[in-house]
C-alpha cells in the first residue's frame, strides 16, 4: 500500500488545524491507547474502530503501512494519519477488492452525485482490469481528481441559494475555518469574481 501522499497530506492538514482541534488529535490517541503506554499496537488500533463502527479501517495491512518505522506500534506521528484519513472521510475501500482506497482511484459518478447512494470507489489496479462488472451498466468512472473539478461544475450550475449551502454543509464537514476561505474561491469561481481574497487559486 503506497501511503506517501496520504501521509503528506496529513501533515500538512495537521499543520493548519487549531490549537483546539490538536488537542482532539490527542484526546484520539489516548481514547485509542488503552493501556496507556505512548503507543498504539494492533489490538488497540483493531479494538478502537471496531467501537467506532470503522471496520473499512480495521485491515492490518493498513495498521502496516501506517507504521511508518515498522517497530509494530503506532506513535502518535505516525497515528496523525489515521485521524486524518477518519476525520476527511477517506475511510473507503474498493469495491472489487477490499483494499483501502489510500491513493487515487475511480468512482461512479452517478452514485457519487445521487444522494441515496454510497461512494463506489474502485482502485486503479481494479479499474484497469475492468474488474466492476456488477455494477450498473451504464456507470461512468471517474478518477477524484477529476471528480473534484466536475464537482465544482455541478455546484456553479445550481443557484446561488442552494451553492451556498453547498459551501455550508462543507464547512461542518471539514470543521476548519483555515480552510473556508479557500472553498468559497473554489465555489465563487476563483479570483476576481468577487471580493474575497483568493491567493491559492
Ligand atoms: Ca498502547
Ligand atoms: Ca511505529
Ligand atoms: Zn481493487
Ligand atoms: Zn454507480
Not at 3 to 21: F, Q, V
Not at 151 to 160: D, F
Not at 170 to 190: H, I, M, P, V, W
Amino acid at each position: 500500500m503506497d501511503m506517501k501522499e496520504i501521509r503528506r497530506t496529513a501533515k500538512a492538514y495537521y499543520e493548519n488545524l487549531s490549537d483546539e482541534k490538536k488537542g482532539d488529535v490527542d484526546r484520539f490517541f489516548k481514547k485509542m491507547d488503552r493501556n496507556g503506554d505512548g503507543q498504539i499496537n494492533l489490538a488497540e488500533f483493531v479494538g478502537y474502530l471496531w467501537n467506532d463502527n470503522n471496520t473499512v479501517l480495521t485491515d492490518p495491512s493498513l495498521f502496516k503501512a501506517l507504521d511508518t518505522d515498522g517497530n509494530g506500534n503506532l506513535d502518535r506521528k505516525e497515528a496523525i494519519v489515521l485521524y486524518y484519513i477518519k476525520k476527511s472521510g477517506r475511510a473507503l475501500s474498493c469495491k472489487s477488492c477490499d483494499k483501502f482506497l489510500a491513493g487515487a482511484y475511480f468512482s461512479c459518478s452517478q452514485c457519487f452525485f445521487k444522494d441515496s447512494s454510497s461512494i463506489y470507489g474502485i482502485c486503479c489496479d481494479c479499474y484497469g482490469k475492468k474488474k466492476f462488472t456488477d455494477h450498473h451498466s451504464d456507470a461512468i468512472f471517474l478518477d477524484n481528481y477529476t471528480l473534484l473539478l466536475q464537482s465544482r461544475s455541478v455546484v456553479h450550475a445550481a443557484p446561488k441559494k442552494k451553492r451556498e449551502m453547498a459551501l455550508q454543509i462543507l464547512k461542518q464537514g471539514l470543521q476548519l475555518a483555515s480552510f473556508t476561505g479557500a472553498l468559497e474561491c473554489f465555489f465563487n469561481g476563483g479570483a476576481g469574481d468577487d471580493d474575497s481574497n483568493c491567493s491559492i487559486m
